[in-house]
Nanobody
């Protein structure tokens, strides 16, 4: 059983940056791909980015490509999402998840509680 805890969310002006962290415990972190998803009010949860167990492969949603960067440190059992040039439409609760290397939320078995990111215009 893997427990995931996100941190690093907050309020930022448009054009600014935030770095989210996802700390894992209770399992073998390096076994899992780590995904980032987000859910805005009134919308379905959507895929943002995923990184495979070794960090050799990453994949981004079109909305994140060129602005966001996913990474991980297996020695620290932590995954990261660096978000640059933030836009008001990036406002959402951001979740990290552990599972298979996929853009589908169905492939992830473990989820964090989420961290709020609010981008003001």
């Amino acid at each position: 059983q893997v427990q995931l805890v996100e941190s690093g969310g907050g309020l930022v002006q448009a054009g600014g940056s935030l770095k989210l962290s996802c700390a894992a415990s209770g399992g073998t972190f390096s076994r899992y791909a780590m995904g980032w998803f987000r859910q805005a009010p009134g919308k379905e949860r959507e895929f943002v980015a995923v990184i495979n167990w070794s960090a050799a492969s990453v994949y981004y949603a079109d909305s994140a490509l060129g602005r966001f960067s996913v990474s991980r440190d297996n020695a620290k059992n932590t995954a990261y999402l660096q978000m640059n040039r933030l836009k008001p439409e990036d406002t959402a609760v951001y979740y990290c998840a552990a599972g298979q290397y996929s853009a589908s939320s169905r492939e992830f078995d473990y989820w964090g509680q989420g961290t709020q990111v609010t981008v003001s215009s």
